[in-house]
């Protein structure tokens, strides 16, 4: 019996795998019909083959069947790009999860405008304010004065009560560092860092659970001064290198909130040595690179100064990183659970909905990140929900 086949163009092919961030040869390795380009620039897949392939690349089935490869521009404002570039085609890891995030919005803007709620006069406030005063109000707002911290723990500790005190405002907070609960699909920290989506009922932070805790702490206020601004972005967020105005802009915010300029003036001693920015570090409870980024914004230490030694930085701090990778996944991090990954309360929130019978379970299941209705009564019964 003859297995009806269909053609299928190479470039279309060729795209669907750099789409999905996996390796051509290995693909082809493991699909042997992709070895078999005709001259017309085609390949003859039978319907399951490429059923399967259209799986394992995440792939929309009917993509395969146009005469080129779609284009699939970011759904929201990209502010990764430096002023005349342009950034690579968005990979599908990406766009999905932003496209998730945003069906978890939409969702939880219906929830919370259903439960009565107000909009959240934060959102804009920081329109047209400089540097100093948005951070100064998120730093109030958030209590992480140098007083207020002695009481907030180190580390990881202190790193989960400020992403908890984040959605106490009411903004939903996403750190992942994979599509969903897909442990095979990987979010890259080299394509993007986080991104905000503004809205006055119901903002959304998400965070790429792949980068350093200490880079997503930066990342998160990162983020949060967009919304204070009213701004929707992707973010790259880097410290190393120059991002657009806008990125730049909120880089600045997220120091000042982390490391204020007078406190940082008042204790700078001139000094620095591993030991000097490590008590920095552990006094302001941030990554030393924040630190010592913050010492050449607020012109304390000069550019020849500040240079070598953040690069010396960068390599000592990735060793630290690498070193402590396997004990810290076998911690069972609290950035790595379920919880933090689609939001404490958005969880809540869906599940005591689903349970009230205003959203269906195979919804619910959907915005949880799997198919498995049966997710919906696991989470129940794991927040105490009945």
């Not at 329109?127 to 100093?132: I, L, M, R, W």
């Not at 080299?190 to 991104?195: Q, T």
């Amino acid at each position: 019996m003859t297995r009806l086949r269909v053609l299928v163009p190479t470039g279309i092919v060729r795209w669907a795998v750099t789409r999905s961030g996996k390796d051509w040869d290995s693909m082809a390795n493991t699909h042997k019909w992709l070895q078999d380009k005709s001259l017309d620039g085609t390949v003859n897949p039978t319907l399951p083959q490429l059923t399967k392939f259209s799986e394992e690349t995440y792939t929309p089935f009917g993509y395969f069947f146009l005469d080129e490869a779609p284009e699939e521009p970011v759904p929201i404002p990209d502010f990764r790009t430096l002023a005349g570039t342009e950034n690579e085609r968005p990979s599908g890891n990406l766009l999905t999860t932003i496209y998730h995030c945003q069906t978890c919005q939409d969702w939880y803007r219906d929830y919370r405008l259903r439960m009565g709620e107000e909009p959240l006069e934060f959102v804009g406030a920081g329109a047209g304010q400089s540097v100093h005063d948005v951070a100064k109000l998120i730093r109030n707002t958030l209590g992480l004065d140098l007083n207020d911290r002695s009481g907030m723990g180190r580390g990881v500790d202190f790193q989960r009560q400020v992403l908890d005190r984040i959605e106490d405002l009411g903004v939903l907070v996403q750190v992942n560092g994979v599509v969903g609960n897909n442990t095979h699909r990987k979010l890259s920290v080299d394509e993007f860092r986080g991104f905000a989506l503004s809205d006055d009922i119901a903002p959304l932070i998400f965070i790429n659970g792949q980068d350093s805790k200490a880079a997503q702490l930066f990342t998160a206020i990162h983020e949060l001064a967009h919304i204070y601004v009213g701004e929707t972005a992707l973010s790259d967020a880097p410290l190393d290198r120059l991002p657009n105005n806008q990125e730049l802009w909120c880089n600045q915010v997220a120091a000042e909130v982390l490391v204020p300029h007078a406190a940082l003036e008042q204790r700078f001693t001139g000094d620095l040595s591993i030991s000097a920015i490590d008590s920095l570090s552990t006094l302001f409870r941030i990554s030393s690179l924040v630190v010592l980024n913050q010492l050449f914004n607020c012109d304390l230490v000069s550019w020849s100064e500040y240079k070598p030694r953040y690069d010396e930085e960068v390599v000592r701090v990735q060793e630290w990183v690498d070193n402590n990778a396997k004990r810290t996944q076998k911690g069972g991090h609290f950035y790595h659970t379920q919880g933090r990954r689609f939001g404490i309360d958005f969880r809540r929130a869906v599940v005591s909905d689903t349970l009230a019978g205003q959203t269906q379970f195979t919804d619910a299941a959907r915005l949880l990140g799997t198919k498995n209705v049966a997710t919906v009564m696991s989470t129940a019964a794991e927040l105490g929900i009945t």
